[in-house]
């Protein structure tokens, strides 16, 4: 359901960060994507990247059911 949230993974090799949608990242079928910046290949499939998928949609269930607190 947060699919269209945007998380940003930075490049092991220059730092530079690409944006990717979490639905992108769920449902990839590649597990590398080459860094636009430089050419290095990131592993999407890392630990780190996994990890960060998860805080997202952790952070943003949270904003959810703070929204519906309020809005109730
Ligand atoms: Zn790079």
């Given at each position: 359901m947060f699919d269209k949230e945007k998380i940003e993974i930075p490049c092991p090799g220059c730092g530079r960060k690409l944006a990717k949608t979490i639905g992108e990242l769920r449902?990839?079928?590649?597990a590398n994507e080459k860094c636009p910046g430089c050419g290095a290949s990131i592993d999407l499939n890392s630990e780190g990247v996994r990890r960060g998928v998860k805080q997202a949609e952790e952070a943003l269930a949270k904003l959810k059911r703070d929204l519906g607190k309020i809005f109730k």
């Open positions: 449902h990839q079928t590649q």
